[in-house]
């Protein structure tokens, strides 16, 4: 394409692959030569209809999710999850155990408690959400109805390089922003959800993917339209959906498959992160808190020698043409996001730059 486009370093909304905003755009008035777009049909018509049962297949595809799970998407974003997933999971009354290891756990956990009794097995709030608490160290329930974590905290930049083995007991995660950025083996989850704003779509959109046997477990009090049985039930259709949302996911989905899968995604933001983090490490001007051996690969915050430097950074990064690096106020400095739709050449245009930066000011 010619037109510009920024490096985008957003933590979500984030960067989408400009293949999927062209197609996006030239289908946009006129979809499947219909006259019209897609967003301007009724959720029912067979070429719609169609369209959402090839993201579901495509996203079973890229996942291998195996046949006795559940693919539904749902509206709300993932912080709606974070009362679907009692609501659902745990009866008329029940508890579940969840693990805290920042900002997005903390979330999950507060309105968790407010629909069922909530166990907190273990956190690293103490060392600031700095790193994970060792297995061995969690206080577990095999009587609870699941376990719930966060496998990359998006703000802290804290990411589970293996599944925690939970034993019998279903495991729940928040996969918002790490979902299809590397492979995953489902098959070790009851229940996976994602908001779609970070690597699948456009924000409103979540997916969750469930274990058949946990459905139909909902309390009395569950919405119908929260109800995970009931959406699934109906197709993810029990009332008119974000079509546009899906069609978008569905997109990004084909796009994934051209580009060699999760697999192939893999590599590449295996590579993406090691060089940024080795870009910070080898320098003295810009550091990282956090455990090496959690470092998200998705979300790398990182501070300057001094905030004094930051709004300066952020003015000449936005020059360059490299967007969106001020970190969560919750945790200062910067923070780059590096999904799926974050090329190689962005990241190597950032730690251009940051080596640039450092020589002009250290
Ligand atoms: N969980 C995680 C890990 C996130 O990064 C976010 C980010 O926005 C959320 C939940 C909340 O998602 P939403 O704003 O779609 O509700």
Redesign the pocket.
Known sequence: TDTYRAHNFS??PAALPTEVLEQARDEMLNWQDRGLSVMEISHRNPAYMAVAKEAEQDLRDLLSIPDNYRVIFMS???????AMVPLNLLGNGGRADYVDTG??SL??IREGGRFGEVNVVCSSEEQSYTTIPDRSEWKLDPEAAYVHY??????GGLEFMDIPDVGDVPLVA?????ILSRSLDVSKYGVIY?????NIGQ??I?VVIIRDDLLGKAADACPTLWNYQQVADNDSMLNTPPTFALYICGLVFKWLKRQGGVEAMEKINKRKAEKLYKAIDSSDFYSNPIDPRYRSWM?VPFRLKSDDFNAEFLQEAEKAGLLNLKGHRAVGGMRASIYNAVSEDSVDALISFMAEFERKHD
């Open positions: 933590a979500g709300g974003g993932a912080t709606s999850q974070f900002h997005w979330k999950a966060t496998p990359n905290e998006t703000i928040d996969m918002s922003s790490t994602a908001g779609a704003q970070k924000a409103g979540t979300n």
